[in-house]
């Protein structure tokens, strides 16, 4: 038995699920989810928790049942506390800038990258080299964090770059001479 699967969820009162064949809807104050889940797990309510079951032992199924009950926790988590990751920028010259739904960041290119925010999340600017994104969906603040990053990942020299708040970069020692 998987031991985050078989844990149960608690649902706060501030939150609506609804499941539908599967397919569970969860409402809350900061914004609403959904997902269509496999049919090999089975997802029932009971009061204010839900329970997570798969039907046989079979590999693929035991995989499924701890995903699928991260998954739903992370909605219900999402929607009534909400995700964020943090973001600093290192360099001279580096900087970020917010207008209006777009993230502009000059990050000592030719040209500053315009970045458009997708629907769903909320960015934050209070300095010039911090950015924080704000939202209900896990996977969807943490791949826009990571493509962000991505842009300029840290390099191992002098540590330029984007970087997570609480990343840790290993700075490589230069050449030394003869």
Do not use: W
């Not at 699967?5 to 608690?10: E, H, L, N, V």
């Not at 499924?64 to 739903?72: F, K, M, P, S, Y």
Request: charged share 30%.
């Amino acid at each position: 038995m998987s031991r985050v699967g078989r844990k149960p969820i608690t649902v706060p009162a501030n939150v609506e699920v609804t499941i539908d064949n599967n397919f569970v809807t969860v409402k809350g104050p900061k914004g609403q989810l959904s997902f269509q889940f496999n049919k090999k797990i089975n997802i029932e309510k009971q009061e204010n928790h839900i329970i997570v079951t798969r039907n046989s032992d079979e590999k693929e199924d035991r995989a499924l049942h701890g995903t699928t009950r991260a998954i739903l926790n992370n909605m219900i988590i999402g929607v009534s506390e909400g995700f964020s990751k943090e973001l600093e920028i290192r360099g001279v010259g580096y900087r970020a800038a917010l207008n209006g739904r777009v993230l502009s960041l000059s990050l000592g290119k030719s040209h500053p990258e315009d970045i458009p925010i997708p629907e769903g999340l909320t960015v934050e600017v209070p300095k010039n080299t911090q950015i924080i994104i704000k939202g209900c969906d896990k996977q969807l603040v943490g791949e826009f964090a990571a493509y962000i990053r991505n842009l300029r990942a840290p390099e191992p020299y002098l540590g330029k770059g984007i970087r997570y708040k609480d990343e840790h970069v290993i700075i490589k020692e230069g050449k030394t001479a003869k």
